[in-house]
């Protein structure tokens, strides 16, 4: 029988996880709560699904899973209430921006014995799945250095900025995942570096637009992670680990494999410019695996925990730049 | 409303398409005919769609467009009896191995004045629509030169060689619709080679498994293919066109866009292996735009006379191979 | 000791193989004879060599080895003087431009027992000894299909087209050259098709500028060479060997190895322009290994009839070009 | 009229130098200088030139210029003895391990209106130049964020290492050159980190073996440098700037340009493995810049300024490693 899900929120992401759930074999899209008339009437006919609000959702039989998509601020609190009424809980990184409110959230979902998923939606990528898989297999021995170069095609609105919590908890978190999961040993040192350079009221709005960080884990690993909010070639999504025995790495996707020549030189298309279409797979996968653990009754392979490790490497970093010292976590 | 589909056969490539009609907005899969039981209940799970007899198909008022997917020899009767039943017709290539009976087909369609697309899924390819766009855009100047590179992961069986009219016939005759596409202006002339040199079994049934072929147009644009049916590297799809102000070229298809680096060298993994995988974009794309074709009374991108084309060329290449002589054709 | 030279002529080829043994241990130049005045100051500077007539070369005692860089129609004759004269010969390609001729020059070395190596610079391009190198290790197992993608930035000047013996003769020989070399078997049938597409001068000179060929050995072996007179994006030099286990293939020369991306996408640099940079390190190679066999007393690792070889199937190709038949060779 | 070299040191590097002076038109190698008498005389064969004592070599009014290539403890005396004996002086790097020493050394040097150039090797790579060369035509627009990946294929031998300096002014003072110039603004601030994970007995000496660098300017560009004294693929050089406008890169050079497909993939060979071969023409640009200098009277295009400034930052660098703190400079 299928899983049947509600997605609380249409906006892009909310669009990109019904998507996904509709491509998903064994998933079912039931319902979706969107505050915004229009936004509701678009997404019930892109998904053929039913609008309810999110009260109705906590009180509905037919719902089994709902996939938290609303604003940042509601994240914990949705978490906590469709924990309480029994339905798994995919939610949109992050849980909270406070590390305190995300360690209540999860101790309410552990008390209630709930499912929650948080979700990186990287981890599920085709090609860093088969980086992962290459280093799980022994190919490049020890893992010892790891390379993450993640920068964006363009910055956010500021409206956005404003409550994303900056920089480090908004863009680096995905890449503080990313590390702990192909470290596979939790950092505990994090240096960062940050600097406005793409454009000044990114400044004004006492963000970072270009940062570095060094993350370090107990025996030493080590990697390095370098964002900008600006790529005019395109979304810029390339992860490299170093071995004891060699090195794998994930290419970008670019818009297609093509390439011209002329007296110019050889040219071949920008990369795929929109987290949406460069995750479409991705995000399909994500929630196959919410899927699959549910119906198995197994653990997810992302948890809250996920998300509050990442958060506090965030904030280890957002301290480590401001102070210009090694910060300690863990 | 949805265009009403019937496939025809529920074979490898009718399940292609069956899936290929899933995932296509505006189009619905109503039925299926095929003869094994077995195969029939397969699709009729996967599917989630009927099982009906062909002529059952033929006089049902919900099937607005049939996929012919059956056995080579039954094609063009059942595109004549489909055309003639008002159906719009989807045939996979090719028509017929025999061209006096596709063009009689080809006749009756014409003076049904039915709908008729044949199967040529790699116009339909992003890359290779790319490469097209890029030569359409006046991005090369005139083409020229086109170079396709062909060749299979392995043979197919010997009771599928028997009756598939040979390898010009069989796998070129993809080749030979990329060649005219790409040339934009139809052959002249032919001039082919064969060898067998995968296996000798290949050889006793009266066929080749390694081919080249240069193709001529009047104005003296020239295509080369080259095809073999073993590559042990995968599934080896290329293109390339040269042009009098520069060249375009579509790259092959990975398993993944990785690289692992170890003292034996950089190593990327081999090509998608299976057309089907390698494909599943282009064939889900020929379907939507069968589906637009139709929906709009507009032609279809492909017609039943670049079926023809395609076969006049292959049948030109099993003459010059056997002859040693350039064959004139058009 | 060193093996000292004279170089016959002092055109750009001259130059090159000037610089090529200057650049050489072992070998030393001593000479150069060049009837332009003009010239041969400038190489004498150059080189710090002396300037002698061919006449004085031939009776020189401080003379080992000459490198033959004339006119084609002086080939034939200098060979015969210099192997009478027991001077070891180093002669560009080719021969002479008519068999009969090539085939009394070779008699003559034959009868002097003098050392005569025809100047296929190809073969000794790091790259492509690098590709021989996976073949005859058995990496790819039997060779199967060879493709040779040549193509010259821009045609060279009608005077010399027009002396030139044809486009097979002058610029596909090279590319039969290496297609024997790496089929590893005589080609015993040769189709070519020939075209007019970059310049209409040279089809008023009964030459083409654009021409396919499609080479077969007995054991059914064969190989593609495409040429073209055009390439915008710089000299197109590609060679891929397709075999029963794999297939090996040596990639292009860049200006630079770099690559600037932007929101026109990733461009690398066109490729070297020019056969002197884009073989510099095969020129030095080839005369390393004239210096070596000389000195060994060994056979050189091209002779005269590989020069031949190469002219017989040019003459074939402009046969089957013009008659549009497969022309058996050998 | 040539500039007459005198190598003092017929080590590894020195034989590179004699090298490079021997293939640079207008520079003449007139001695070495070693003290070892096998490796003198080995020289004296390679090179074809006198040995003479460091002193006769002072008092030598047959010698224009000297390249130092002794012990890193004898470089800054040597400096300052061949600045007061007016000869030209190429140095190796580092000038002295002592940041004081380096100061006092290059007082003299100016002091003297010497000439002397710092071998920082790496800026006089043709592709290293051709990225610097991108960035100056503006093709970027603002230097952002610099990537510097360096690795080498293995550490060096403990007694190496025991008088190296450590690894930041042996290994990465390469990079912080590179850095310098590609930035082309002076870093204000240094973040390190370093671990032992390759060797523990680097560790036991009191070094790392791997290493990341975050470096600021005053205005806020960015750069990372990743080392690593172990890489199994070959020696990995690759530098990667984004700016304002795009992004430029150069690639890794590789032992030939092949590639290799089976059934594992497609395989191209490792890295050149080797820091002479790798930078071969480096080198020798890197020469003839200096003999182009000194007959023109123009500054070198590195000076003991930049010795003394990539010291600087290798100090800079061992402090923020040791302590987690970022550490002012300039």
Redesign the interface.
Known sequence: MSLRFAVLGAGRIGQVHARAIASVPGAELVAIAEPFAAAAEAARKAFGCEIRTIDAILGSADIDAVVICTPTDTHADLIEKFARAGKAVFCEKPVDLSVPRVRQALATVEAEGATLMVGFNRRFD??FM??KA?IDAG??G?V??V?I?S?DPGAPPAAYIKVSGGIFRDMTIHDFDMARWLLGEEPV?V?A?G????DPEIGELGDYD?V?V?L?TAS???C?I?N?R????GYDQRIEV?G???????????????????????????LLNFFMTRYTAAYANEIAAFVAAVKDGAPTPTTGLDGLKALELAEAAVHSAAE???VSVG
């Open positions: 085709p090609d088969a980086v290459a190919k490049i020890d010892e250095m390379t170069t920068r040192s240096m570096q600097s406005v350079l793409t270009s570095n060094i370090r030493g690993k080590q390095i370098t900008s600006r790529a005019t070639y170093l004891s025995k060699g090195m794998v790495a994930a290419q970008n996707t670019r818009e297609a494999k093509i390439e011209l020549a002329n007296g110019d030189g050889f040219t071949q298309p920008p210009g010292i090694a």
